[in-house]
């Protein structure tokens, strides 16, 4: 069964500060690929995708993301964090050819950043 | 920009009532989903809806709960007789064509 994993809970980082986000997903071939953002009290906001080609995505908010077939991986990346990136950062996978192609998302890393 | 929008944004009700929420999603777009976050965990699937059908359900999705698109617009989901276990923030989302689905804000429901 697909499946997606974000093993950080909780990430803290200085404003200013490079970040890495994790996500590994797990499926039998190659899905759609997504990161969203939950400000508090805010829904989820699209913040990059993969489908194919490039495996370095760039993203909206000077986010970026890598794809990484071998390590079933999609982490997401921010040279120099801002205080407004406080949030709540969900990776996606949705799955080619099944139609309606409903997503599943992982357990969510909260991002905190202190000045 | 166009957006999802989705109404209320929050409802509180007794266990046992009906609750309809309601989601007009982006004009031109085809797919129609509803997901729900319950408080602390992640969001989870519940239903896709494409030509005037369900395409796919999770198993969270029971007899409780249906969905219908009765205009042009609107996409609704209803619980009919709700639980205390169905407290969570619900979002509608779609999508044209193309893959990515565009979330709504949410409405968060909250079961007495």
């Known amino acids: 069964a697909q499946s997606v994993t974000q093993p950080d809970i909780h990430i803290t980082v200085s404003e200013g500060a490079s970040l890495e986000l994790r996500c590994n997903y797990s499926?039998?071939?190659?899905?759609?690929l997504f990161w969203y953002v939950q400000s508090p009290g805010q829904g989820l906001q699209l913040l990059l995708k993969?489908?194919?080609?490039?495996?370095l995505v760039q993203g909206i908010k000077g986010f970026e993301a890598e794809f990484k077939r071998s390590q079933s991986s999609f982490n997401l990346r921010k040279p120099s964090v801002h205080w407004s990136d406080a949030a709540e950062y969900f990776c996606?996978?949705?799955?080619?050819?099944?139609?309606?192609?409903?997503?599943?998302f992982g357990t969510g890393t909260r991002l905190t950043v202190i000045p | 920009e166009p957006e999802v929008t989705q109404t209320p944004s929050h409802q509180v009700t007794q266990m046992g009532q009906e609750v309809i929420l309601r989601c007009v999603p982006i004009?031109?777009?085809?797919?129609f989903y509803w997901y729900r976050q319950i408080l602390g965990q992640k969001v989870e699937f519940l239903v896709s809806?494409?030509?005037?059908?369900?395409?796919?359900k999770s198993e969270i999705f029971d007899d409780q709960f249906s969905v219908e698109r009765p205009d042009g617009s609107n996409f609704t989901l209803k619980i009919r007789s709700t639980k205390l276990e169905d407290s969570a923030m619900y979002f509608c989302?779609?999508?044209?064509?193309?893959?990515?689905?565009?979330f709504g804000p949410g409405t968060r429901l909250l079961v007495l």
């Open positions: 004009s031109n777009h085809l797919y």
């Open positions: 989302a779609s999508r044209g064509q193309a893959e990515t689905q565009y």
């Open positions: 809806f494409y030509n005037n059908e369900i395409s796919e």
């Open positions: 996606a996978v949705g799955l080619i050819g099944t139609g309606a192609n409903n997503l599943f």
């Open positions: 499926y039998g071939a190659t899905p759609y």
């Open positions: 993969y489908f194919s080609g490039d495996t």
